[in-house]
C-alpha cells in the first residue's frame, strides 16, 4: 500500500504576523513587510535565504512556471545511518519543505523568453547534491539542449550529499557532462549563486556559467567542511569567500540584488540567445535572429514572447533601502 | 553492517566493531604513506617518460605530475597525484594537496592527448584538493569543475586506477573515465571520512562510522558500480611490492586500453558520457498517491516513521534511474 | 620626413623640427588623459551595455572593460582599454595598463561573441601592458600571444577603434580585427616612443624623433595599411565634444558591421588570416648575384655604403611580399 | 646591376685559437674545446648564445638540413633613421652573420623523422622580428602544416624589430595565426626559448608550444625595454625572468641542458606525431601509427626512417661538466 507522504507547501517559515532578527544589522523586521522586499533587509541589504519556490515566483513570467519531475523522490543506496537514518533525514525535509528533494526544475518563460530553470532549495539537508539534484539539473540541461533555450541554474547547496556516497559524487560528472554539451552546442547558460553555495555544487556547473551571477555577501567556497574543521588553519580575512571576494578574484560575472535580479537576466537574454544551429550561424551582423522556439507547443503555457513582462508589480513595491542594483555596470540605458 | 550497528545486541555490536576495525584498518592502508605514487609507479611500469611541467597561467603544481610515458610500447599520456616519499619531498609537494595549477596542468596535457591521439592513465590518491585559501582564491573549484566536464568529453580512451585515497572532488578532478579500476587497498569517498563525521557525528572521532557508512572500500565500491574492477595487491599491500603492484596495474590498464582501443571515438565519448549520465539510483513517486489533508507535523512524522517497512525505495513508489554501471 | 632630417641644411633642419613639433604634438593629443575612453564611449553610443567581469581563473582586471552591448538595435561584444576619469580612479584602473587577467577575460568574453554569434568591438588605447612583474610573471606574453591567436580564427566579425594611443603588444592584445579603424589624433606603435629612443637613440630625450621616425600617426598608419580608415575627431580633438566622438565612431563602426555582416563566416576569417599573413614587405634576392669571394670586411662595407643607390629594397632583388592591406 | 652582396659564411667569432672568459664562472675557456661542449661552459654550465647555424647543425642528423627561402632579404618600408639608417644596419648585420635576416627555417629529420624548423639569430640586430622572420617563422609553419610534420621553432630574439614600425608588430599576428592553424589541424609544435626570448617573439609563437623547452638560465621575459628603462622602478629578484623563474611559473615545460636538446626534442617527437587526419584518429589504441611523408620524395634528403642516430659522435665527445640534463624528469629508461 502507498504510504501518501504528507507533503504540504511550505509557506513560510516565517509567520507574516511575526518578527524577525536581521543578522544584518540586527533590526527586527516585520515579516509581512520582509517578504514585500523579496526578503532582503530593508536596513542593511542582508539577503535571507529563500525556497525554491519563492525564487522561481521572483524569477519567472506570472504563471509561467511548469514544473517538470516533481515526482523525482530519492533513495538510500548505502543504507546510511549516522545520528539519524537517511530516510529519516528524507522524510524530516519532504515534511519541512513540501518538496522531495532539494531540487525543482521546469520550464517558463522570462520577459516573454523560453527558459529551461532549475532552481535548489537550501532547506531540503542543506541544498545538498543526490542522484535527484543532479538528475533534475541534468534534465534541465537536456531541455535546454533540445529546445535551445537558456539554461538558469540558481544554486544553494552546502555540496553533495554525504549520505549517497559516491553516487552523489558522480552528481558531479553528471551534471558537468550535461552542461559541456550545453556550452557545445552553443545553448546559454547563466549561473546564480545564492548563499550559501559551495563544496561539489560550486565545483561543478555552479561555477561555468556563461555569466556567474552572485546574490551580495552569499558565501560561496569549495573547501567548506576541512577548513571549518580545522585541518587548515589560516587566518582567513574578512569578506573570505563572500561574493564579493570572487568578484574580485575573476569567478563571477556580477553581483545583482535580488531586487534587479529578474531585470539583469532578461537583459542578459537579450544577448545570449542560441543561434540557429549550433556551431554554424551563417553572417552573424544584423539583429540576431533566435528561431520561433517550438516549445510553447510542449508547454502550452508560454506567455507570449511579446512580453516584456509581467504583472505582479506589487512585487516590486517596497523595495526601499536597496542599494546599487549591480556591481561595476557602466551604463544601462 | 549498518544495520548491525544499529540493532544494538551484544554480539552484533561486537560484529560490528570488527567490521568497523575492518574497514579502518583498510582506510590507514589505503593511506600508508609508503605506498607506491604516481611517479614511482612509472618508475616499474613505463620504459619512458617526459614529465611536463606548468599550467601555462601561474605556476607548475608539483602535486599532480603529468607527462608523456610509453607503457608496454604504448605512448600514454599519464597523469596522477604525488606525495613525497620523505619529509622534505612532501614538503616541497605540498603533501600531495594539489591547487587549481595542478588540474590547469592536467587539462593542457589532455588536450595533447586528445589532439596527438594518445590515451590516458591517471592514478588517484590524494586526500582531497589543498583546503587553503591560496587554492581557494585561485579558483579550485573551477579547475576541478573544468577538468572532470574535460573528461566528460575527451575524444581519446581514458582509464583511471584508484591507487590509494580516492578523496572527494579533488580526487574526481582526474578520475573520470571510460574505465575506473581501483587497487584492492584503495578506498573512495565523497568526503573524507573525518569529515563525513564531523559534520554528520558532529564529531571527527567518529570518523571509523563514518568510512563504514560511506562504504569507502574499493570492494564495496566495485558492488556500488563506481569501480569496474579491483586490481589485487601483492603480499601485505602494494607498498611492500612496488614492482610486483606496478606489473598487476600495468596488466590491467593495457588489457583495459586494448579493449577500449577498438571502440570508435564517437561511440566511446558516448558511452562515457552515459556511463555517468546514469549514475545515482532514485525512485518515482506514485501520483496517485496525492499529498493527504495537513496534519500535525509530529503526529504524522511519528506515524510515518512506525509504518515505513524498508527504506530504500520508498513504498508507493516504482524503481528509476539505475546505478549507473550496473545498468549496462 | 627622415630624409629631411638627414639632409642637414638649415631650411630643411627648420622644417623637420616644425614636422617633428607636429608629430609630437599628436602623440600629446592621443595621450590626452581627457579623451573618451571605452566606458565613456560606450556611454554615448550604447543603449544599453552590460559589463562582465573576471578571467574565472585569478581576477579582475580594471584596466580592460569588456561586455555585452547594444548600439543602434545590433547585439555586439564590446572590449576596450580603460584609463580613469580621475586620479582615484586612475589608482583604482592601474592608470590603465592591462595585466594577464584583462586580456584573458577579453578572450572569455570573445568566446561568448562567438558562441552566440555577436561581432566584436574593440576599443583600444594603452600605454601598453602593465611592465611590472605582477604581469610578467602571471604570463602577460601568454596572455596577449594567446589573445592575438584567438582573435585570428574567432569565428564572428571584429571591429577595431584605435581610440588613443595604440601601444605595443599591450594594444595588439585587442586590435586583431576585420577593421582597423583609428580616430584622427590616435597613434599607432611597435614600441612607445620612449622605449625606441632609449633603445636606439640611447636617451629617452630622443622620443620626439623615434614618433617621426616609426610614422606612429594615425594617418601614417592608415597610408601604411595598417589602418583601414581614419575616423575624423570633432572641434580639437575627441575630448572636446565626447559625444560628437562617439556619434562619428558610431557611425563608422556600424557601416562596417553593415557591410561584414553580408561576407559568409568561413571567408571572413578566412580574409582576416590572410590580411595579417601578408603584412609586412619583404623581397627576394637575385640567386645570380652569388657571394663574392671573401675580403676584407672594412673595406667592403666602406665599398657597399659608397654604392649604395637607394634603400629600401637592396639591387638586384625583386620585390616581393606586400605591405598587407595595399595588395587587396 | 646587381651588387652582390658579400655574404660570408660566420665561422666564428670566437677564433679557435684563443680563449674566452665565460661570464659564468670568470674561468678562462680554450675556444676551441668550447666548441665541442657546444659553447656551454664545462665548469659552470653557462650557455653562450650559438648562432642559428651552429643551433641548426647541433640538433637535426647530419646534413639532412635544406634550407628554405634564404633569399628572403627586409627592406626599409619607413625610411627609418636613428643613429644609423636601418639599411646601414641591415648591411652591416648581414655582413656579420652571413645571413639576410635573422631566422634561417628548412626542412630536415631529427632521429629520422622529418620537421620543419625554424631557427633565429639573436647576432643580427638581436634576433629582432621584422617582416622576413615573420614570414619565415609562418613558412615553416605552413610547410609542417602542408605535410603534418612537427614544427620545431627555436627562438633568440630581442622581440620585434622597431626599424619596421607596425609591420613588425603585425608579425606577431602573421606568426599566431599561423600557430593556431598548425594547432588546429592537430601538428605538434616544440618551441624551445633560448637566451634571450623577449618582447613580441615571447609574446607570440615562442609561448605557445605544445611543449616549451628553455636552456637554462636563458632570459625570457616580455617588458624588456620599458622596465630597463626605468618605467617601473621595482626591486626585480635574482633569477627573475630566467628560464627557471618561467618553469617555476608554470611557462616553460622543461629546462633542457644544450647537450640534451637534440635527443629530448627527438624523444618528444617519439609521442607527438600529427594523427593521420586532423581531428579525426578514429581508434587511438594501439601504437599510434604516422602517415609515410610525402616529404622525402620533395626534399630529396631525407635519412632513412630507422636511422634513430646520426653520426656525428665527436659532438657527443667533451661534454664533460653537464649537469642533469632536464628537469622534473622522472624516470627515462
Ligand atoms: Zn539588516
Ligand atoms: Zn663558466
Chains 1, 4 share one sequence.
Not at chain 1, 534541465?140 to 549517497?164: K, T, W, Y
Not at chain 2, 549498518?2 to 544494538?8: A, C, F, G, S
Request: aromatic share 6%; with cysteine.
Amino acid at each position: 500500500m502507498p504510504v501518501r507522504l504528507p507533503f504540504r507547501p511550505r509557506r513560510d517559515t516565517y509567520p507574516p504576523d511575526l518578527w524577525t532578527k536581521c543578522p544584518g544589522c540586527s533590526e527586527m523586521l516585520f515579516n509581512k513587510q520582509l517578504e514585500k522586499t523579496l526578503r532582503v533587509c530593508p536596513h542593511c541589504g542582508h539577503h535571507f535565504r529563500i525556497s525554491a519556490k519563492s525564487r522561481i515566483e521572483q524569477l519567472v513570467d506570472n504563471g509561467s512556471f511548469v514544473e517538470r519531475d516533481d515526482d523525482l523522490q530519492p533513495v538510500d543506496p548505502l543504507g546510511f545511518v549516522d545520528l539519524k537514518s537517511y530516510p529519516d533525514r528524507l522524510v524530516a525535509a519532504q515534511l519541512a519543505t513540501g518538496l522531495r528533494d532539494a531540487a525543482v526544475w521546469g520550464l517558463a518563460t522570462m520577459g516573454g523568453k523560453p527558459v529551461s530553470m532549475c532552481v535548489m532549495d537550501f532547506g531540503f539537508i542543506g541544498g545538498s547534491m543526490g542522484a535527484v539534484v543532479g538528475e533534475k539539473v541534468a534534465r534541465a540541461g537536456e531541455a535546454a539542449l533540445a529546445e535551445r533555450i537558456p539554461l538558469i541554474i540558481v544554486s544553494s547547496s552546502g555540496g553533495a550529499r554525504m549520505q549517497e556516497g559516491t553516487y552523489s559524487l558522480m552528481q558531479l560528472v553528471k551534471t558537468m557532462g550535461v552542461v559541456e554539451r550545453v556550452r557545445a552546442a552553443c545553448v546559454p547558460f547563466i549561473s546564480v549563486l545564492t548563499d550559501p553555495t559551495t563544496g561539489g555544487v560550486f565545483a561543478s556547473f555552479a561555477v561555468v556559467g556563461d555569466v556567474n551571477i552572485a546574490e551580495p555577501n552569499a558565501l560561496i567556497k569549495f573547501a567548506g567542511d576541512r577548513v571549518s574543521a580545522g585541518t587548515i588553519g589560516d587566518e582567513l580575512p574578512a569578506g573570505y569567500a563572500r561574493a564579493e571576494f570572487w568578484f574580485s578574484h575573476g569567478f563571477v560575472d556580477r553581483i545583482v540584488t535580488r531586487a534587479h535580479l529578474r531585470d539583469e537576466i532578461i537583459a542578459l537574454l537579450g544577448f545570449l540567445a542560441a543561434p540557429p544551429v549550433a556551431g554554424v550561424g551563417e553572417p552573424v551582423g544584423g539583429t540576431g535572429s533566435r528561431p520561433r522556439s517550438l516549445l510553447s507547443a510542449l508547454t502550452g503555457v508560454l506567455v507570449g514572447e511579446n512580453g516584456d513582462s509581467r504583472n505582479g508589480d506589487s512585487r516590486n513595491g517596497g523595495r526601499g533601502g536597496e542599494t546599487n542594483g549591480s556591481r561595476g555596470e557602466a551604463t544601462r540605458g | 553492517m549498518v544495520d548491525r550497528i544499529l540493532n544494538r545486541s551484544h554480539a552484533a555490536e561486537a560484529q560490528a566493531d570488527n567490521v568497523t576495525a575492518a574497514v579502518w584498518a583498510h582506510v590507514q592502508q589505503a593511506r600508508n604513506l609508503k605506498r607506491p605514487h604516481t611517479l614511482e609507479l612509472l618508475k616499474a611500469m613505463a620504459d619512458e617518460f617526459i614529465e611536463l611541467h606548468g599550467d601555462r597561467l601561474f605556476g607548475d603544481d608539483s602535486a599532480i605530475v603529468a607527462g608523456l610515458a610509453r607503457i608496454a610500447g604504448r605512448r600514454l599520456v599519464v597523469i596522477g597525484f604525488q606525495k613525497g616519499q620523505d619529509t622534505e619531498e612532501n614538503i616541497r609537494r605540498n603533501f600531495g594537496l594539489p591547487h587549481p595549477e595542478g588540474y590547469r596542468k592536467a587539462m593542457r596535457v589532455m588536450d595533447l592527448a586528445e589532439r596527438y591521439a594518445m590515451p590516458v592513465l591517471t592514478f588517484v590518491d590524494v586526500q582531497g584538493a589543498f583546503p587553503g585559501a591560496a587554492a581557494e582564491e585561485r579558483g579550485i573549484a573551477e579547475a576541478i569543475a573544468k577538468s572532470v566536464g574535460l573528461m566528460t568529453r575527451l575524444r581519446t580512451p581514458i582509464v583511471v586506477v584508484i591507487t590509494g585515497e580516492g578523496g572527494s572532488g579533488g580526487a574526481l578532478g582526474l578520475a573520470v573515465g571510460d574505465v575506473v579500476l581501483a587497487l584492492e587497498n584503495s578506498i573512495y569517498s565523497v568526503i573524507s571520512p573525518e569529515g563525513c563525521a564531523t559534520i554528520l557525528w558532529r564529531s571527527a572521532e567518529q570518523s571509523q562510522l563514518a568510512a563504514v557508512a560511506m562504504k569507502v572500500t574499493a570492494g564495496e565500491q566495485h558492488e556500488l558500480g563506481i569501480v569496474d574492477a579491483v586490481i589485487p595487491e601483492p603480499g601485505e599491500g602494494a607498498h611492500t611490492d612496488p614492482a610486483e603492484a606496478a606489473r598487476l596495474i600495468s596488466e590491467a590498464v593495457i588489457e583495459q586500453l586494448d579493449a577500449l582501443g577498438r571502440i570508435p571515438l564517437d561511440e566511446l565519448v558516448e558511452a562515457r558520457f552515459q556511463r555517468y549520465r546514469a549514475y545515482g539510483p532514485f525512485t518515482v513517486a506514485d501520483r496517485s498517491a496525492a499529498p493527504p489533508e495537513r496534519i500535525g507535523i509530529a503526529d504524522r512524522l511519528r506515524g510515518l516513521l512506525a509504518g515505513r517497512a524498508n527504506m530504500p525505495a520508498f513504498p508507493g513508489t516504482r524503481r528509476g534511474g539505475s546505478s549507473g554501471h550496473e545498468e549496462e
